[in-house]
């Protein structure tokens, strides 16, 4: 990562937050760039979540995308990209990134901002639904799989297209767990995107509705959950997610989280940088090539 001097455009309200009820709605609003997620995003989605967590109000949170699409990922290229800019860490008890060289700095930065934080968000003690339209690519699906439950709209579609980089998946790798081993292969050997309709087929989505249905089906569902006991839904959350960890989803992570470092290492020992030469106007270009609007 390279350091980029100048301030970062001030692009207002990143993400949003309001109450209806019982559920907080929480908004990723970067509709220009695709709710491309960079770090000043990452934070106040962070503040978001605490809000809704410490508010006793709030029974259940629903995470949303502003306008035609829920994300299109991390930020590699928009004039809001923050990389370079310091934020109090919050997800890892590091050192911050900011002046540091070469794996060392790419290493804090994702323990902190992508790993670290779709893990801090996977424990929310609330019950989670992510309602999601349009692209969910890449960093997007670490959003909706930190998530308790995925409400997918029809046109909706899913793809990691990260080994297009040379590298082994988003940071947060949990492939082998929503898709099995074999779907996990293929969409990441590939870089193929998948349907919310294949989506709901592999396990991967709750439910598929309607575009025009989608915010009110999601907060229909979420309505549903609210009216159980709300000690009851965070020890029943805790423990299906202690299940997945015993079947190795944190222990996986971590071990592909060293590969997918050793894969930036590579990438920045043999070419132009550590994500392969590629950015968002080529990564966009490959996926068309392939058929991947």
Request: with cysteine.
């Amino acid at each position: 990562m390279s350091q980029e001097p100048g301030p970062i455009p001030d692009e207002g309200e990143v993400v949003r937050y309001e109450t209806r009820g019982p559920i907080a709605i929480v908004t990723l609003n970067r509709p220009d760039y695709r709710n491309a997620q960079n770090s000043v995003m990452t934070y106040a989605l962070d503040a978001a979540f605490t809000r809704a967590v410490e508010d006793p109000e709030v029974k259940v949170i629903v995470l949303a995308g502003a306008g035609k699409h829920f994300s299109a990922g991390h930020d590699i290229g928009t004039p809001g990209r923050d990389h370079h800019v310091s934020y109090e860490n919050k997800a890892a008890l590091w050192w911050d990134h900011v002046d540091r060289q070469g794996g060392d700095q790419r290493f804090a930065r994702e323990s902190e901002v992508y790993l670290g934080m779709c893990r801090r968000w996977r424990e929310i003690p609330k019950p989670t639904i992510a309602m999601v339209q349009g692209a969910c690519i890449a960093g997007a699906l670490m959003l909706a799989w930190c998530c308790d439950m995925i409400v997918a709209s029809e046109d909706a579609f899913f793809s990691d297209p990260v080994v297009r980089m040379g590298i082994p998946g988003v940071e947060y790798f949990a492939h082998p767990w929503v898709l099995g081993p074999r779907r996990a292969k293929e969409i990441l050997f590939t870089g193929e995107r998948f349907s919310a309709a294949q989506a709901y087929e592999w396990g991967m989505v709750n439910r598929v509705v309607p575009r025009a249905e989608l915010e009110g089906h999601t907060l229909a569902l979420a309505e549903r959950i609210a009216e159980m006991p709300q000690f009851g839904l965070a020890l029943t959350k805790k423990a299906v997610n202690q299940c997945e960890d015993l079947m190795g989803m944190r222990a996986g992570m971590d071990s592909v989280f060293g590969l997918h470092h050793f894969a930036h290492a590579h990438n920045a020992e043999v070419g132009a940088d550590s994500l392969g030469g590629m950015n968002a106007r080529s990564m966009k270009a490959a996926a068309d090539r392939n058929g991947v609007k």
